[in-house]
């Protein structure tokens, strides 16, 4: 990957390292079971993509700079379904981050998204916010539905996070980054008295939100209690096994590792990573201490890219032989790998053809049917096939 691509995309993701290349010391076995249909290329700036519950024929992809757009049936529809654009702030990782639809859309019409606009902090704010598809018509929402449910103040511009999902327990889990800057300057992975640098655990089921009385710290009288982990520096994108519940965090390094970490359905939360004591599974900060920390159950070095882009377990119908497989890949290096794992451990490490020619990879997506797709910075969507 040419070094001007690799700084164009630090810009977006915040890792700040200039190594993008092969990883030969440690580069998986080959797949070639994989391959990929474009669905389109003419996206601005696509950062991700879903669908709602029960609906096989609509995408729903988010654009960084504040719109929404449907694809259905492969072609994309000339109106967005939302535009945001006039509220969203345009630095280099911020704008509108994410998309989640509630479980119960279909009677509801209730959907959330995530991101960023100017007051608050220094460098502004994340908000959630809620809205509501139009009465009249199912490819548009009602613009002036919005409800802010919640806000953060933003230090920095950089490592937003920003992705929102439910969980398989249908609450709201919103990710944040440290803050900004490097090397997390405040200290907030470590501390539990703010949201960054944590994952975020939120009932949304009334008019606004509350924190579910499971939540690790809910009866602290020191730590904010929507927190359900922490110690993250910038979990950009995560996502839970549609069949397992298991979560699957992707957390974007600082000069030399990235890494994956993975919760288990049967957790009841308060997960301390390590950031910023530890980067990956090495010490941070000189001498760091490991007790109570989790560490990742994978991880790789800078000379196999720059910030981590997490995917999905898959489990779709189409490509049988990859079932099961966490699919990852790398926003400089543009790499396509996967792994299983079994609940103690990795197996099964993969790397499938890359879509490195057609852009920095931004994002994953997943249909309804769990069909799984990629975004690139150029504008592609592509969905995964078998070869």
Not at 197 to 221: I, Q
Not at 269 to 281: A, Q, R, S
């Amino acid at each position: 990957m040419a070094t001007a691509r690799c700084i164009l995309f630090l810009l977006l993701f915040g890792a700040f390292a200039l190594a993008c290349g092969s990883d030969s010391s440690s580069a998986p076995i080959e797949g070639s079971t994989l391959a990929f249909d474009t669905i389109t290329t003419g996206l601005n700036a696509p950062v991700f993509m879903t669908a709602p519950p029960g609906d096989a024929a609509r995408l729903f992809v988010v654009e960084k700079n504040g719109t929404i757009v449907i694809i259905n049936h492969g072609s994309e529809l000339a109106t967005p379904f939302l535009d945001i654009t006039a509220k969203t702030t345009k630095g280099d990782e911020q704008g509108l981050l994410g998309m989640a639809f509630a479980p119960d859309y279909a009677t509801t019409g209730r959907f959330y998204v995530s991101y960023t606009t100017t007051g608050g902090g220094n460098a502004g704010h994340s908000v959630i916010a809620r809205y509501q598809v139009s009465a009249s018509n199912p490819d548009s929402a009602d613009p002036m539905s919005e409800a802010v449910i919640l806000t953060v103040d933003q230090p920095y511009e950089n490592h937003n996070g920003g992705m929102i999902t439910f969980g398989p327990d249908g609450m709201l889990y919103f990710g944040l980054g440290d803050g900004g800057l490097g090397g997390d300057p405040l200290g907030t992975g470590q501390d539990r008295t703010d949201l960054l640098g944590s994952m975020l655990r939120l009932d949304v089921s009334g008019s606004g939100y509350t924190s579910p009385p499971d939540n690790p710290f809910a009866a602290s009288a020191s730590f904010r209690h929507e927190l359900w982990n922490y110690g993250l520096r910038n979990p950009w994108r995560f996502s839970f096994d549609r069949q397992t519940g298991d979560l699957y965090i992707a957390d974007v390094g600082q000069n030399a590792y990235e890494e994956v970490d993975v919760q288990p359905a049967s957790s009841s939360g308060g997960e301390d990573y390590g950031w910023n004591e530890m980067e990956g599974t090495h010490c941070y900060q000189s001498g760091c201490d490991r007790t109570g920390l989790t560490l990742p159950v994978l991880e790789y070095g800078h000379g196999a890219g720059c910030a981590i882009v997490g995917g999905y377990v898959y489990r779709g119908t189409a490509i049988p032989d990859v079932v099961g497989h966490y699919f990852y890949s790398d926003n400089c290096s543009g790499f396509v790998r996967s792994f299983r794992w079994t609940g103690s451990g990795i197996t099964q490490q993969t790397s499938w053809p890359s879509l490195a020619g057609s852009g920095g990879v931004t994002s994953f997506g997943e249909d309804d049917g769990g069909e799984l797709y990629m975004m690139t910075q150029a504008g592609g969507l592509f969905r995964f096939k078998p070869r």
